[in-house]
């Protein structure tokens, strides 16, 4: 077998290996007695499944949700006519949401969100604006749809919309386009975990990752 064979055979057994482990979270996380939050952005519809697994893997206490629940529905682009499917689909993932856990949800609506359409849906959840500080466990965390809109003077940053990742900052930012976040307050420890592959496609993203 040569060399090169030898390489594109490990890398691929790698890929699998990846693959199949890379919605796992550590073993810390799931022995932690600390609040446990969970932090989910611009979900498009074809992983709304993948979102159910990971709560009742993960079993948050909090879930923040920055904004755009139906994705796949640019709603600031096309306008009026995705509202009555924008409608159907976000009132099922919110009526899911708070049927499949017990955890605190929190939804920042983002620019494809109609925030009407959500507050007629929800029962128990909450709904802040863009640029709140929520306190949990003595921990400040700032909360937006836009990174640009988040608020100064918060230990932990929490934002989706884009891939923006680099802040003027010795505070934490976490986007949660690019990953689920987890949390554990009060230690700030915090755990990443990627989303399907799909997820870029179901964002109707240029170009995407399988991987």
Do not use: C
């Not at 060399?3 to 979270?25: A, E, M, P, W």
């Not at 709904?127 to 836009?146: N, Q, T």
């Amino acid at each position: 077998m040569t060399s090169v064979l030898k390489k594109v055979i490990n890398n691929f057994s790698s890929g699998i290996y990846d693959f199949k482990n890379r919605y796992k979270l550590p073993e810390e996380y799931h022995n932690s007695q600390e609040l446990k939050i969970m932090h989910i952005s611009d979900t498009p519809e074809s992983i709304y499944s993948h979102i159910y697994k990971m709560l009742s893997y993960s079993r948050p206490d909090v879930i923040i949700h920055t904004g755009d629940l139906v994705d796949n529905l640019k709603l600031e682009d096309a306008g009026k006519e995705l509202i009555p499917l924008y409608q159907k689909k976000s009132a099922e993932f919110i009526r899911n949401l708070e049927k499949l856990t017990n955890a605190r949800i929190i939804y920042v609506p983002g620019n494809h969100d109609d925030v009407n359409i959500i507050k007629a849906n929800i029962n128990r959840s909450e709904i802040m604006p863009e640029g709140s500080i929520i306190e949990l466990d003595g921990v400040k965390i700032g909360i937006a749809h836009y990174p640009e809109k988040l608020p100064l003077n918060s230990e932990i940053n929490l934002f989706g919309h884009n891939h923006q990742k680099e802040f003027a900052s010795d505070n934490k930012f976490l986007n949660g386009i690019s990953n689920i976040n987890y949390l554990l307050l009060p230690s700030k420890e915090d755990y990443k975990v990627k989303y399907p592959w799909i997820v870029d496609q179901g964002r109707q993203y240029k170009s995407f990752n399988m991987i």
